[in-house]
């Protein structure tokens, strides 16, 4: 059976059919990305580590997605989006075997370092060819789809993990995503459809070009500030949110923190809904009353009761991926030409934020405890308002600007 013909077989055809795809590639991508934050406690307790130790098993990941991104754009211009993407699947397969067998923390720290640096291949291929498929009125109803696929990755990187590390202890945890992740890798290489639209772009004169053109374009750059907030509003909060609830008087289990994850479903509702919300109010109003949400979802998470921190994460968690929707589609409508490129200048600085808020949120909670981690993020999301604020008013009047 073709490739086509089984992607007819399975999703049908037409837009569905390229939504699913585009959703599924978003899971598999961030199936891997956080997928330690679940098991933490555990990892810290193998290795007897500090919070901030154990939590650079996450900002070695963010870090090497931020690393790589402007590179990835610039490979994907010159050969092609699908077969970089592909490739990029099944790269992540290798390092996720290797972790079950690391003896040491800066091992894993290495390994998940690796990790990141295929991570690229996915995420800002695919935003780009999403941007050159979908041009016109689909691209932020498309990308909020790709979102919702991440968001239920995240989800489940974070749950199978977490249940799995309870069961066979978090290195047979990394064994199942290995094989998943090989899964995942197939699944793309027989149901995406070549790019139709993709010319390459192989005179690295002219990606140079590009790229002076895209660091003096305020609008791209604003986008990519307020992108390095809103990462570091998420992976501040649920890496080190696991260290307050296995804690007194939470106390829970690995499996009971991965319970927990269960709140980044709201999020697979909320993203979708959120294309049409953004099409309809506009990029920069859809952004701050966001950000406001999830501010107020953090407040929450102060209380010393457990359903009013699981509630405040669910707001404070659905608030941030509307942020990544928000910022992802005004790029894509502020950016005509090298949009490969201008996305990954954004996930440089969108990781760099989640290496960021891996660090510093782990600090201001060894300083502070969790009260600290939270104002810490509360104020980077001030900072994102007044970015966006300023730097994304519109050009012309009209409804998607």
Known sequence: MSANNLRLFFLG???????????????????????MQSVLPLVMDDFQASPVQAGATVGATV????????????LSDAFGRKRIL???????????ALIPAADSLA?????????????????????????????GGGVARMTATYVGGTVMGGFCGRFITGHAGDLVGWRGAFATLAVLNFGG????????????RFVAKRDPRAALRTLAQHLHNRRLLAASAVGFCVLFSLVGTFTYVNFLLAAPPFKLSTAALANVFCVYLL???????????????GFRRALLTAL??????????????????????????????????????FIAESVSEGRSLATGLYNMTYYAGGAAGSWLAGLAYEAWGWGGSVCSIVLIQVVAAAIAWFGWR?????PNA
């Open 13 to 35: 055809n037409g837009r569905q059919a390229s939504r699913a795809i585009v959703w599924l590639i978003g899971f598999f991508a961030f199936l891997n990305v956080y997928s």
């Open 63 to 74: 870090l090497a997605v931020a690393l790589v991104s402007p590179f990835m754009g610039m």
């Open 86 to 96: 592909c490739a990029a699947l099944f790269a992540l397969t290798l390092p996720t």
């Open 107 to 135: 091992a894993v720290v290495l390994l998940r370092f690796v990790q990141g640096l295929a991570v690229p291949g996915i995420v800002v291929v695919v935003l780009a060819y999403i941007a050159e498929e979908f041009a």
């Open 185 to 196: 890798a197939l699944l793309a290489l027989w149901l995406l459809p070549p790019s139709r």
């Open 267 to 281: 999020g697979v509702v909320v993203t979708p809904l959120a294309g049409r919300y953004i099409v309809r109010f």
């Open 292 to 329: 406001a949400i999830s501010a107020v979802g953090l407040q929450l998470t102060l209380v010393p009761w457990l359903p009013a921190v699981v509630v405040g994460l669910a707001v404070c968690s659905s608030g941030v991926f509307v942020c990544q929707s928000a910022a992802v589609s």
């Open 394 to 398: 519109p050009l012309v009047a009209r």
